[in-house]
C-alpha cells in the first residue's frame, strides 16, 4: 500500500470556483503534512503545511482529519494563475517525506 | 540566497556511462535528499543526508550512490547509467528540527537526465 495517495485528477474549474483535492495516508503514525505546488516543467514549492487544528492562507484552507486519516486543500475564488500540479506530502517518523502523486489543476478563464 | 541549486540542468547518456549531479544549499540546511520524478510515480526518496558525513538509503537507492564531504553539497553519482534511470533528478533540503512546522524541504530546479 502507497504511502500517500491522491486522486490525479484532472480538476478543470472555472475563475472564481472553489475547489477541494482530498490525499489519503497508510501511516497513523505520521506526523508532519505538507501541500506542494508544483508548476510544469519545475519544481515543488511549499504552499502551506498542515496543523491538527487547520489552518488558513488567504484563499487555501488546509485541514488534517487524522481518524480517517486523510488531509485536504480547500482552494476558494480560483485564480488562472492556481493552475498547477499540487502535491500532498507526509512524514510518517523520522528523516523521511512521501509525496503523492499530484492532482492536476486548470483554472479555466 | 541562490537557495538551492543542481548542476547539471540537462544531461543525455549512454548506457554504461558514468555521471555525478551535484546538488548545492546556501541555507546552512542540516539535511539534504535526492529524489526522483517520473511520471505517475511521483517523487521518489533516492538518498538523502542528515548531516555531513552521513548519508542513508531511500525508498530506491539502487544503482545511485551519494556523498556529502562538506555541509553544503551533497552529491548523487551513476556508476553505470541504465535507460531506467531515465529520470528528472531533484534535490531538496531543510533545517534541522522538530517535525512540526518543518517542511518537507525547499528543492532545486532540477536535472533532466536521458540514458539511451
Known amino acids: 500500500r502507497k504511502e500517500v495517495e491522491q486522486d490525479p485528477g484532472p480538476f478543470n474549474v472555472p475563475e472564481g470556483a472553489t475547489v477541494a483535492f482530498n490525499c489519503t495516508y497508510s501511516?497513523?503514525?505520521?506526523?508532519?503534512f505538507f501541500w506542494y505546488r508544483q508548476d510544469c516543467r519545475k519544481e515543488p514549492k511549499l504552499l502551506m503545511s498542515?496543523?491538527?487544528s487547520g489552518n488558513e492562507d488567504g484563499r487555501f484552507t488546509a485541514q488534517l482529519n487524522r481518524a480517517s486519516q486523510y488531509i485536504s486543500l480547500l482552494i476558494r475564488d480560483s485564480k488562472l494563475s492556481d493552475s498547477a500540479t499540487y502535491l500532498c506530502?507526509?512524514?510518517?517518523?523520522?528523516?523521511?517525506?512521501?509525496f503523492g502523486t499530484g492532482t492536476s489543476l486548470t483554472v479555466i478563464p | 540566497n541562490a537557495g538551492v541549486t543542481q548542476t547539471p540542468k540537462f544531461r543525455v547518456l549512454k548506457t554504461g556511462q558514468s555521471m555525478t549531479l551535484l546538488c548545492a544549499q546556501d541555507?546552512?540546511?542540516?539535511?539534504m535528499y535526492w529524489y526522483r520524478q517520473d511520471p505517475g510515480m511521483g517523487l521518489r526518496l533516492i538518498h538523502y543526508?542528515?548531516?555531513?558525513?552521513?548519508?542513508a538509503k531511500g525508498e530506491v537507492p539502487d544503482g545511485y550512490n551519494v556523498s556529502r564531504l562538506k555541509k553544503q553539497n551533497f552529491l548523487l553519482g551513476l556508476e553505470s547509467a541504465a535507460p531506467s534511470q531515465t529520470s528528472v533528478y531533484f534535490c531538496?533540503?531543510?533545517?534541522?528540527?522538530?517535525?512540526?512546522?518543518?517542511?518537507?524541504?525547499?528543492f532545486g530546479p532540477g536535472t533532466r537526465l536521458t540514458v539511451l
Open positions: 531538496a533540503s531543510r533545517r534541522y528540527g522538530l517535525t512540526g512546522g518543518v517542511s518537507g524541504g525547499f
Open positions: 501511516n497513523s503514525a505520521s506526523q508532519s
Open positions: 498542515v496543523y491538527s
Open positions: 506530502v507526509v512524514n510518517p517518523a523520522g528523516n523521511q517525506f512521501y
Open positions: 541555507m546552512n540546511h542540516e539535511y
Open positions: 543526508s542528515v548531516g555531513e558525513g552521513t548519508t
